[in-house]
């Protein structure tokens, strides 16, 4: 994945520790499901490395998740993140959750990238994150 493909992508199913007493998948269990879609795409990218080198840590300042119908027990899902844009501070992304070709649940985030001198650029990030892929490729 280059920062050219700002979507991740995972195909999974609700287990029981997904429920909740109303014997669908938990409301916060899909934001737990974003987390870690982020994180595949951190992996994906080389963001991970990079965060880990270079001590930043990512955090999520907002996340809206609007619910459209119930994920059942053993049923399979898909959920993407696509991150759409980025400005000076925040990066902004989407999360899709859904079954075949109907959208079950439908997020937005936005997010930053933490430093030691506070938040990092995104614009510093993905520049980052291009010039380990370019010299990954070596």
Partial sequence: MSMDDLTSTLQTR????DIDINLH???GRYLTVCDLNRVDMFIRTGLMKLMLKRRWSPIVSQLNMNYKKALQPFQRYQVSM?????D???FYATHTFSVGDRIVALGTSQAVVV???????????AESVRQY????KV
């Fill in 133 to 136: 892929q370019q010299a990954s």
């Fill in 14 to 17: 609700v287990w029981l520790n």
């Fill in 82 to 86: 696509t991150i759409t844009h980025w």
């Fill in 25 to 27: 998948m938990n409301n």
């Fill in 88 to 90: 000076d501070r925040y």
């Fill in 115 to 125: 430093g030691k001198e506070g938040v990092v650029a995104p614009e510093e990030v």
